[in-house]
């Protein structure tokens, strides 16, 4: 796998931040999620993308949360 897993290319879905080596777009992942649907299903459902990509974005995602706490704390202030 490489180092980077999300990839952003204008001729791929105009740009849209994807999965990288494939066509599926990162929101899929949290629109999944959202919805209650699990890791495995989504997995299932796109079977071009890695456990391993997945976790890596979860672990992206969450460093950027602790990291924003001033942002976090101005919007519910």
Same mark, same amino acid.
């Given at each position: 796998m490489? %180092?980077s897993v999300? %990839?952003i290319?204008k =001729? !791929?879905?105009?740009? &849209?931040?994807?999965? &990288?080596g494939t066509?599926v777009?990162?929101?899929n $992942? +949290? =629109?999944? #999620?959202? &919805?209650?649907d699990s !890791? /495995?299903t +989504? $997995?299932?459902?796109? /079977? ?8 890596? !974005? $979860? /672990?992206m995602?969450?460093q #950027?949360?602790e990291t924003? &706490?001033n !942002? $976090? %704390? /101005?919007n519910?202030a």
């Amino acid at each position: 796998m490489q %180092n980077s897993v999300i %990839n952003i290319d204008k =001729d !791929i879905w105009g740009g &849209t931040p994807v999965f &990288t080596g494939t066509r599926v777009p990162i929101k899929n $992942l +949290f =629109d999944y #999620l959202e &919805t209650g649907d699990s !890791i /495995e299903t +989504f $997995l299932e459902d796109f /079977e071009s993308v890695k456990r391993e990509q997945v976790v890596k !974005i $979860l /672990e992206m995602s969450k460093q #950027l949360i602790e990291t924003s &706490t001033n !942002i $976090l %704390n /101005e919007n519910f202030a």
